[in-house]
């Protein structure tokens, strides 16, 4: 008897729970740990909406899945650039509706209404960045470093590091041919994979992740790296330095976007606005350590951290660079060239 | 005549015939029909009928993934049986009581994610690692080894990683060897090697064939530990895949890799059965 | 004597390969209680990475998602993977042989093409992605590594036990439970285990079939090594090493009771 009523109990009070959870509910797909827990606490305490937080590691995987469940399942996804410009192009992405974003006024003009995506009508900057070069000051001698074309020089053969990224590098080799990172042309494109051909005897690897640890231990003195990776490679070791390159860096953006077929779009819409608030961007950059878009929230760095050009670089800095789009079709001659570079013919 | 209307029977036959049907039939058939499409921008393919994916093949660019993948997974199959197999017979000739606790020893350090315990292993080889440290503080070498992005660390790492696949099968059939077939092959004269290879192997040869295959498949699909640990500097069979299906988002093409791919291994696969069986013969002749 | 010496040597390889197997294990054991949260340099014990993990409710719920995921798959997969080898190995129907060669063909398919086509077939059959069909998806892939297993060992059969039993007038299922299993175990367990290892780590073709809802661990750890793996991580690795060692141990002390 006794057991059957406290069956009856943990049955109801289960069931009351249950009932409880039917709250609303956010389904955020992310990159890991590229949002502070603390973050999704303050909001989910402040609007009573249950996010939940799955993660991906790669963007053209979040693309496929999206893609196949045809934008449906999720309400907030953060692409970056070039997958941003994809996205919106075929109709894989809500447009944001602005009213219910009054945050937008904190957001640094200059990384709005860029090509990939014009009046930022589908997708708000959440954290950027640049690759540019990391070098190891105490293993050589880092004045003589200002370019992209230094990586190919003789002294550091052996010693050469490369992000895995395929844009990337041959984004860096057309930089330094003079050419556009987002170039569609086969002749440009051959051209930088003849130069990058030329460096693969200097290589010492691609470092698709934790490319610090590789700098720091020596194994690469010299190469291409993001700079939040530098950033925190620096922290532990001074010697490690970020140089933007003459022939201009490589930025990217990470945006905040709705797919189509979001079952949450409101709730979306008050988590974006929650993300632009000062302090909040705040939070979220100085735990991530890439930039924030968010003027307000700079202003309120430390001057150390605002003033260091490895994370904000001047405006001058950036305007040399270039933002990374989408390139097309154009897509299957860099993976031709990509697949004959690791190959080695 | 015992009926052979068995419902036992019957279930067993049904369920197997529904789950590969369904799950890997059906799939299975999607990916030969892309391969015989075209790619589309908008939509990944089109409903168009195109040999072109399966021409694109015959660039020698692929044909040199498939026998950089070859190469490694062969040496990593070799490898694993030479130094799994006797790590097995240890086992199965081990006290009754101990060996279902010894079998899942080895195995449990993997059921931690393999990622982890590769970066656990670069740890132990990076330059300024553990091996180089302590090495070094020993004042055996002077200038740290380079060990890590090599093709060893690669086969390291892989051989690390499949060596259960190998173990495990083995275990299997070395444990059901009847070890009275051994004393009787003493007495009747025959040395240490000759019990090898003459009752040892014929009798265990299923497990060898069964390991072999766990670790050969898996590796030609592996590549993302070849990637940390080799620093991605060549291209493998599993990173062509992927970056045809995601990257490039040619699916028709990446599609028909997959088949070809599929194709050799089964034929490979075949040739390796058959020159067993007639091993096997031979032997026991 | 000749034999003590062969048993040493056999006992000695033997601790080296485990000694092999769990080194990396031990080192991130050891680093999970490092006060240095890059890099190898030892700066200290601490017992923090352990403490931010505890509050880490949403890595906590992937490991939880991921080690329940694994169980039910290990025991499905065993369970029909088991009863196809027999099938094979047994019976005579239509079909053998390319079902067979099916069982085959799910290894050699690269995972990327396995998880997009079953994201697909999904999606055409109407099932909504996640709890289920990651359990399918994972049933489907551990599959042929019971099969094999199970195979290599029931084909060094003996018929004549079989053809006895039938004799008897045991009926198919008794003898498949009474002669043929107790005989097949030790590559049944092999098989189980197997498969429970590929299940835990599987990422590529789980991310293709998870829900939006359901996280697990290797898809979460994967994403997390890009910025370096976290102590946080080894801490977690840790813990599930002692769960399932405790656990394993206590399952074997039971059954030594059990059997005494």
Same mark, same amino acid.
């Given at each position: 008897?006794? +057991? ?12 009351? #729970?249950? @009932? ?5 509910? @956010? ?17 989910? +305490? ?13 963007? %053209?995987?979040?693309? #496929?899945?999206?893609? @196949? ?54 997708? @708000? ?27 190919? +020089? ?57 490319? +610090? ?6 194994? #690469? ?44 779009? %409101? ?11 000062? %302090? ?35 405006? %001058? ?12 079709? #154009? ?15 | 005549?015992?009926?052979?209307? $068995? ?11 529904? /789950?590969?049907?369904?799950?890997? !039939? ?46 490694? $997974? ?19 000739? &081990? ?15 993997? /059921? ?52 259960? !696949? ?65 620093? &991605? ?11 045809? !299906? ?8 990446? $599609? ?22 007639? !091993? ?6 | ?20 197997? *769990? ?54 997969? =065993? ?9 094979? *190995? ?60 199970? *195979? ?44 429970? =290892? ?63």
């Amino acid at each position: 008897m006794k +057991k059957s009523i406290l069956t009856l109990v943990v049955g109801f009070s289960l069931l009351l #729970a249950g @009932l409880a959870q039917a709250n609303e509910r @956010l389904f955020v797909y992310n990159w890991s740990e590229y949002m502070p827990e603390a973050v999704i606490a303050l909001f989910e +305490k402040e609007t009573g909406i249950k996010v939940v937080y799955t993660t991906y590691d790669a963007n %053209e995987a979040m693309y #496929a899945r999206i893609r @196949l469940l045809d934008g449906k399942g999720y309400d907030l996804i953060f692409p970056s650039t070039y997958y941003v410009d994809k996205m919106r192009k075929e109709g894989l992405l809500m447009p944001l509706n602005k009213e219910l974003l009054p945050g937008l006024v904190h957001l640094d003009p200059s990384l709005l209404n860029k090509s990939y995506d014009p009046e930022n009508r589908y997708s @708000l900057p959440y954290l950027w960045g640049s690759t540019a070069i990391g070098v190891h000051a105490g293993l050589v001698d880092a004045s003589k470093v200002t370019a992209f074309a230094d990586l190919w +020089k003789p002294e550091y053969k052996g010693r050469v590091m490369l992000t895995n990224d395929m844009r990337e590098v041959f984004g860096l080799a057309l930089h330094v041919l003079g050419y556009s990172g987002n170039s569609v042309k086969e002749a440009e494109i051959a051209a930088a994979y003849e130069k990058l051909r030329d460096l693969m005897p200097s290589l010492r690897l691609f470092a698709a992740e934790n490319q +610090k640890q590789v700098l720091l231990s020596g194994e #690469a003195v010299i190469g291409a790296i993001w700079n939040g990776e530098a950033y925190m490679a620096a922290e532990e070791n001074p010697d490690i330095r970020y140089v933007y390159p003459k022939e201009g860096a490589v930025f990217w953006v990470d945006s905040m976007a709705i797919p189509k077929g979001a079952a949450n779009p %409101e709730g979306a819409h008050r988590f974006i606005n929650f993300i632009l608030r000062p %302090e909040i961007a705040k939070m979220i950059t100085e735990e991530i350590g890439y930039a924030t878009p968010n003027k307000a929230a700079k202003a309120f760095l430390s001057p150390e951290v605002a003033s260091n050009p490895t994370v904000y670089p001047d405006a %001058e800095l950036v305007h040399n660079g270039e933002f990374q789009n989408d390139v097309g079709d #154009a897509i299957l001659i860099y993976q031709r060239y990509w697949e004959r570079l690791k190959t080695g013919r | 005549m015992h009926s052979e209307r $068995s419902f036992f029977k019957n279930g067993v036959i049904l369920l197997v015939c529904f /789950w590969l049907g369904i799950f890997v !039939f059906t799939p299975n058939i999607l990916v030969l029909i892309t391969s015989f499409l075209e790619r589309d921008a908008a939509s990944f393919v089109a409903p168009r009928f195109s040999l072109g994916a399966y021409k694109t093949l015959f660039d020698p660019v692929f044909v040199s993934i498939f026998l950089a993948s070859f190469r490694i $997974s062969l040496m990593v199959t070799l490898i694993c049986l030479v130094a799994g197999y006797p790590f097995a017979y240890g086992i199965a000739r &081990s006290p009754r009581k101990w060996r279902r606790l010894l079998l899942v020893l080895v195995i449990i350090p993997f /059921w931690t994610s393999s990622l982890v315990r590769t970066y656990a292993l670069m740890m132990l080889m990076r330059a300024n690692g553990l091996i180089n440290t302590w090495l070094q503080k020993l004042g055996l070498i002077e200038t740290p080894f380079s060990m890590l992005y090599t093709e060893g660390a690669v086969l390291f790492g892989l051989v690390y990683n499949l060596l259960p !696949f190998m173990i495990l099968p083995l275990y299997a059939a070395i444990e059901k060897m009847d070890s009275r077939l051994l004393e009787a092959a003493e007495d009747l004269g025959a040395n240490r090697f000759q019990r090898f290879t003459r009752v040892v192997l014929p009798l265990t040869l299923p497990g060898i064939i069964a390991g072999s295959i766990l670790v050969f498949l898996p590796a030609m699909g592996l590549f993302y530990i070849p990637d940390i640990l080799g620093g &991605s500097r060549s291209m493998l069979v599993g990173n062509l895949i992927r970056d045809q !299906f995601l990257t490039a988002r040619n699916w028709p093409f990446g $599609s028909a890799a997959s088949v070809v791919l599929t194709l050799i291994m089964a034929l490979m696969l075949l040739a390796y059965w058959r020159s067993m069986k007639r !091993f096997n013969e031979s032997i026991i002749r | 004597m000749a034999k003590r010496e062969k048993r040493l040597g056999r006992t000695l390889y033997m601790v080296l390969v485990y000694g092999f197997l *769990y080194t990396p294990l031990v080192i991130l054991i050891v680093y999970s209680f490092n006060a240095a949260r890059y890099g190898s340099a030892w700066t200290g014990f601490t017992l923090d990475w352990y403490r931010s993990l505890a509050s880490n409710q949403r890595l906590l719920e992937a490991a939880f998602h991921t080690l329940e995921v694994a169980l039910i798959s290990s025991c499905i997969a =065993t369970l029909i993977g088991t009863l196809a080898a027999l099938a094979f *190995y047994r019976y005579r129907f239509v079909g053998r042989k390319v079902l067979y060669t099916l069982v085959y063909i799910v290894m050699m398919s690269p995972d990327i093409v396995m998880g997009i086509s079953l994201l697909i077939l999904f999606i055409l059959m109407g099932l909504p992605v996640g709890f289920l069909t990651l359990v399918i998806a994972h049933v489907t892939f551990c599959l042929p590594f019971v099969v094999v297993t199970v *195979y290599a060992r029931i084909s060094g059969f003996d018929r004549n036990v079989i053809e006895a039993a039938k004799d008897l007038g045991a009926d198919e299922f008794q003898t498949f439970r009474r002669v043929i299993l107790p005989m097949i175990m030790p590559a049944v367990l092999s098989g189980w285990l197997l498969s429970f =290892t590929l299940s835990v780590d599987d990422v590529i073709v789980s991310f293709f079939v998870t829900g939006p809802a359901y996280e697990i661990l290797p898809l979460r750890i994967y994403s997390m090594v890009r910025l370096g793996v976290k102590p946080e991580v080894n801490a977690l690795s840790t813990l599930m090493f002692a769960i399932t060692l405790v656990s394993v141990l206590a399952s074997q002390w039971l059954i030594k009771e059990r059997k005494e």
